[in-house]
């Protein structure tokens, strides 16, 4: 069982930064690949980012490739994403996934874990 909560949300203005983290619970965050994904109102859940366990492997959705960085410390058992340049259209709220496995994966269906989500919000 792995228990996911994430931070770093809030309100910040078009072009500007946040960082989200991400702290896992348990022995075996390592072992899991890492994502993140976000809903905005009236919208379905969509992926954002994702690395595998090592760390030497992420895939990105087109939509934030080169405006965000995901990341991970193992000895700290938290996922982050470092977000820059940000759009109105990047507004909704940002949910950590995690899964046991070796491949990652960019649908909602295939992660096990998931964090209660944060709020990001980016004004115009």
Avoid at 44 to 63: I, P, Q
Wanted: glycine share 10%; hydrophobic share 35%; charged share 20%.
């Amino acid at each position: 069982q792995v228990q996911l909560v994430e931070s770093g949300g809030g309100l910040v203005q078009a072009g500007g930064s946040l960082r989200l983290s991400c702290a896992a619970s348990g022995r075996t965050f390592s072992s899991y690949v890492m994502g993140w994904f976000r809903q905005a109102p009236g919208k379905e859940r969509e992926f954002v980012a994702a690395m595998l366990r090592s760390g030497s492997n992420t895939y990105y959705a087109d939509s934030v490739k080169g405006r965000f960085t995901i990341s991970r410390d193992n000895a700290k058992n938290t996922v982050y994403l470092q977000m820059n340049s940000l759009r109105p259209e990047d507004t909704a709220v940002y949910y950590c996934a995690a899964r046991a496995s070796i491949a990652v994966f960019t649908t909602v269906d295939k992660y096990d874990y998931w964090g209660q989500g944060i709020q990001v919000t980016v004004s115009s």
